[in-house]
């Protein structure tokens, strides 16, 4: 790239004192944080996905995907939950539980008592920590991937609704959790 090395015209040194040639100035903003080797493993990795993504059973399980968020995001709807977007588009939404009088906190840490999984998520103009937050964000692409339908949606809103509102009784979530382990034996992570 340079041709013919030189001294660096900005005068930087060597701990010796000695000016730094320009092509070490180069391969000191380059090496060793910005470019490393071709990582076979990764180019293995993303050469197998992108065939997959050509399939056309795994555009059908996008359009599942798809479907069942809309699914969840109008069962949520219809039990009171604000969703941020007023639905979804994608395989995500945004949940604030301030209506409900619940924090993201609760809601993730009550859920993972009955093993439902969700994660705490901060709303637009959250009055709580990011610690706290006041909504939680759902997802259905880990549903769609077990084989669960737009039917099954409505079933998983009224298992989180009904842990939510009965967050403080324990011998009540851990009913709900052998509902759910029970529910999803028929539907295995891996087949």
Do not use: C
């Amino acid at each position: 790239m340079l041709g013919k090395d030189f001294e660096n015209p900005f005068g930087l040194k060597t701990p010796k004192g000695e000016l730094r040639m320009m092509s070490a100035l180069l391969d000191s903003g380059v090496f060793p944080g910005t470019q490393g080797g071709p990582l076979e493993h990764v180019i293995g990795a993303k050469a197998v996905a992108f065939g997959e993504a050509l399939t056309e059973t795994y555009a059908d399980y996008t359009r599942q995907v798809i479907r069942n968020a809309n699914a969840l995001a109008t069962a949520f709807t219809e039990r009171g939950y604000q969703i941020i977007s007023g639905g979804t588009d994608n395989h995500l939404m945004l949940i604030d539980l301030r209506s409900k009088g619940l924090t993201g906190k609760l809601a993730e840490n009550t859920l993972i008592k009955a093993d439902i999984t969700i994660n705490k998520n901060m709303v637009p103009f959250d009055d709580k920590s990011p610690f706290v937050t006041s909504g939680m964000r759902i997802g259905s692409a880990a549903v769609t991937t077990r084989g669960l339908v737009e039917t099954d949606m409505t079933r998983i809103v009224e298992l989180i609704d009904d842990v939510l509102m009965h967050h403080a009784d324990e011998a009540h979530l851990s009913r709900v959790r052998g509902q759910v382990n029970e529910w999803m034996q028929a539907f295995p992570l891996f087949a």
